[in-house]
């Protein structure tokens, strides 16, 4: 756990590297001089020879054994022993410039992850072509908003690494602390360097070879990174690949924003990731349980609340206007969601209720369908099933009139209701 005492851990990735070492810890001595922060350096090695050491602790550094072969082993064990508020990982083969430490350290307030990536020119031999084809497609098949997923040149927030539960043990953990940070709803900065070879030869310390599992491994983090625990998973289904989620989200979003269009401050409830919440008015809210989900909202602008819906944190008569899309299938029908949304609203104010109607066959052949087609999605969460009749009739005997209805395919419910004004 990090301290008060560091704050910054270099952990450095190597094997063997004493040559490679007596050219990169003097210069990292000189940069973190010059960043004026309490730190420390840390080199991982798996059996480190005498000379490795002698280097090692000529320069004030300390050397971790790690407990296993493996890229991802070794970070394991540098993460393990990093006292620092931030963590800084390289590679011990001098090919990092030293220069862009000082970069990545003053925007570290930018993102919890601040990554430099190589940025080379054309390519060289097959193995070049080979890395660049490999992360062109994991870059699309794990949608990371990065150019290079695979370096590992990175400066981590240590309290946002700790919280990655982590299980890979050679190169893809790279690719792994990525999509689950993504998941998170942590925000990751790419800085790009133009890369060159250390003039020192090739490192034995970061050798990318694929493991039996790494398929396996990445079939894992894409299941997961399309999966609802994810913390950007409605935003991306806004401008998602398959064309019915596609037009659902944006049909969802045309029919939400223009009902709540000119009613003032709005409370959306169970808000998510979504881009409604950028559509919001201005003085509006969106509250949601996910901690995750309202990290990534950060980018929206709008005013975060994580708290329930079914004991909101706001007082009587808060908000001119509540909307609760796609949140109460997801409830008991006994829990008291639709007393708290009526609790907040003004008298008279707007309240848009969103839920699929199970009234009619629509929606069940779609759920059936949409269950088939995206297996990870919200369609076995909808543990109550509400009809048009029976939302009505909930909210007639609140004095609610029922002042605009959509509905998209026939499947989706939009209502908006008039709250009465005694």
Not at 18 to 27: F, M, T, V
Not at 178 to 196: D, N, Q, R, S
Not at 243 to 249: E, F
Not at 253 to 267: K, M, N, P, Q, Y
Request: charged fraction near 20%; include cysteine; aromatic fraction near 8%.
């Amino acid at each position: 756990m990090p301290t008060d005492s560091i704050d910054l851990s270099v952990v450095i990735v190597a094997q063997h590297e004493a040559q490679h070492l007596s050219a990169l810890l003097p210069g990292l001595a000189r940069v973190l001089s010059s960043l004026n922060v309490r730190h420390e350096v840390i080199v991982v090695d798996r059996d480190p020879d005498k000379t490795t050491a002698r280097v090692v602790e000529d320069w004030g550094a300390k050397i971790v054994r790690q407990p296993a072969a493996g890229y991802g082993k070794a970070l394991a064990a540098g993460f393990g022993a990093a006292q620092g508020s931030y963590i800084l990982t390289m590679d011990g083969d001098a090919s990092h410039p030293l220069g862009l430490i000082e970069t990545m350290w003053a925007r570290r307030d930018e993102a919890e992850i601040v990554m430099a990536s190589p940025e080379s020119r054309g390519w060289r031999s097959l193995s070049q072509l080979r890395s660049r084809a490999l992360n062109a497609v994991f870059r699309r098949m794990l949608s990371l908003n990065v150019r290079y997923t695979a370096s590992g040149f990175r400066l981590y927030q240590a309290e946002a690494l700790g919280q990655l539960a982590l299980c890979n043990t050679h190169l893809d953990i790279l690719r792994e602390i990525l999509v689950k940070a993504h998941c998170e709803g942590w925000e990751v900065l790419e800085i790009p360097f133009e890369y060159a070879p250390s003039q020192y030869g090739r490192s034995h310390g970061r050798v990318a070879s694929l493991d039996p599992g790494y398929l396996r491994a990445l079939l894992t983090l894409y299941r997961l990174r399309n999966s609802i625990l994810c913390a950007d998973y409605d935003a991306r289904a806004y401008n998602s690949v398959v064309p019915p989620q596609r037009y659902w989200q944006r049909e969802r979003f045309r029919h939400v924003t223009d009902l709540i269009a000119g009613e003032g401050s709005t409370l959306d409830v169970g808000a998510g990731s979504s881009k409604i919440i950028a559509a919001l008015p201005a003085g509006s809210v969106a509250l949601d349980i996910l901690l995750r989900k309202l990290r990534y909202a950060r980018c929206y602008g709008t005013d975060l609340v994580q708290g329930s819906g079914f004991s909101l944190p706001f007082g009587d008569t808060s908000f001119c206007c509540v909307l609760c899309s796609q949140v109460i299938e997801h409830v008991p029908k006994t829990a008291p969601i639709l007393d708290e949304l009526d609790r907040v609203l003004v008298p008279g104010g707007a309240l848009v209720l969103g839920t699929p109607d199970y009234g009619g066959w629509q929606w069940p052949v779609i759920e059936a369908i949409y269950d088939r087609v995206l297996p990870s999605a919200y369609a076995d969460e909808h543990i109550s099933h509400y009809t048009r009749a029976e939302l009505l009739g909930l909210f007639e005997g609140r004095g609610y009139e029922l002042e605009a209805e959509r509905t998209i395919l026939r499947g989706e419910l939009i209502l908006k209701l008039r709250k009465p004004s005694w």
